[in-house]
């Protein structure tokens, strides 16, 4: 059964202190993987795109990176601005439309 | 703002009753769906349209009815709902079915049913 999987559920960090996010995914087939960010409140908002093993993307802080099993989403020297909710989605190669979605990691940022 | 506009953010409604939630996206996509958000749980596909067609109902009660007017606006009309339906209800489009993985979501309906 094709399924994805994040953690940890909740992660707190101090200003500055770097780590990771983990993303495992279950398909038969990569298509695509991808990273939202979700503020409370509000819709996610798309993040990076990621299609093969070894494929690397950058914005600011963060960092995304797969490899055949699982992505990271590595956060450096988080700001307070950073705390949301991290979800992964990966679409499987057989599907038109349908995303798998992870529940999610809580991040929160301490000043 | 996102491009995607969704009325209204907080709806309250009782078993019995009818309401409708409206989308509207600015950004020109072809591609326009209704996504469900329970508590810790993962994102839920309720329908996709394509060029204001619908190619997929992802297994929805019928309670829930989707219309999809033009490419700009989508619709989600809900009767005779569950409590169990109490849930964040997001809008989300992308440019076409190709990108279905990069999308753009409005700021979500919180309905509350009682």
């Known amino acids: 059964e094709d399924q994805v999987t994040q953690s940890p559920e909740a992660l707190r960090l101090q200003e500055g202190e770097s780590s990771s996010l983990n993303c495992s995914y279950t398909v038969s087939g990569l298509r695509g993987l991808f990273w939202y960010r979700q503020d409370p409140g509000k819709g996610p908002e798309f993040l990076f795109t990621l299609y093969s093993a070894g494929e690397e993307k950058e914005k600011e802080r963060l960092k995304a990176t797969l490899t055949k099993k699982e992505s990271f989403l590595h956060i450096t020297a988080p700001k307070p601005e950073d705390s949301a909710t991290y979800l992964c989605?990966?679409?499987?190669?057989?599907?038109?439309?349908?995303?798998?979605w992870g529940a999610g990691t809580k991040l929160i940022i301490k000043p | 703002e996102t491009g995607v506009t969704q009325t209204p953010r907080h709806l309250v409604m009782g078993m019995t009753n009818k309401k409708s939630l409206k989308c509207e996206q600015h950004?020109?996509?072809?591609?326009m769906y209704w996504y469900k958000q329970s508590a810790k749980k993962p994102l839920e596909l309720m329908f996709v349209?394509?060029?204001?067609?619908?190619?997929e109902n992802n297994s929805v009660p019928s309670r829930f009815s989707p219309e999809c007017p033009n490419s700009s606006h989508l619709f989600l009309h809900l009767h005779t709902l569950q409590p169990e339906d109490s849930a964040l209800y997001l809008c989300?489009?992308?440019?076409?079915?190709?990108?279905?993985?990069?999308?753009?979501f409005g700021e979500g309906s919180r309905l509350t049913v009682l």
């Open positions: 349209y394509n060029f204001k067609e619908q190619t």
């Open positions: 950004l020109g996509h072809n591609a």
């Open positions: 989605a990966v679409q499987a190669r057989d599907s038109n439309y349908q995303l798998i």
């Open positions: 989300a489009s992308s440019p076409g079915l190709e990108r279905v993985g990069e999308l753009f």
